[in-house]
């Protein structure tokens, strides 16, 4: 599975981005979708997940709230809104699939494909 992902920059503290990653060539069977970031110096660590169906999402603590999954079905396309962005949010981010139709997998890292990543830089 490709994932290709768009929408990262440079913003101030308290702006907003809206991430994008879209699943290249397939289209069947719909599989869950999620972000994971990685800071300078830092692990990978979960942002957020959307299920197969747009239906069911899930987030980290971090995020919850400030953050927003959504998935349009016919562009085959997900989406992340981040709002009131802060310093802490900078980082790569990167979108993330599995076959596993629960998301909670999501929060362990069981990934199978990931997508090139995308810098998100928020400035104080």
């Known amino acids: 599975v490709q994932l290709v992902e768009s929408g990262g920059g440079v913003v101030q503290a308290g702006d907003s981005l809206r991430l994008s990653c879209t699943i290249a060539g397939r289209t069947s069977p719909r599989w869950p979708l999620g972000w994971f970031r990685q800071a300078p110096g830092k692990g990978r660590e979960f942002v957020a997940a959307?299920?197969?169906?747009?239906?069911?999402?899930i987030y980290s603590e971090s995020v919850k709230g400030r953050f927003t999954m959504s998935r349009d079905l016919a562009k085959n396309t997900a989406y992340m809104q981040m709002d009131n962005l802060n310093p802490d949010d900078t980082g790569v981010y990167y979108c993330?699939?599995?076959?596993?139709?629960?998301?909670?997998?999501?929060?362990?890292?069981?990934?199978?494909?990931w997508g090139q990543g995308t810098q998100v830089t928020v400035s104080p």
């Open positions: 993330a699939s599995n076959s596993d139709s629960n998301i909670n997998t999501f929060r362990l890292q069981m990934i199978e494909s």
């Open positions: 959307i299920g197969p169906n747009g239906d069911i999402t």
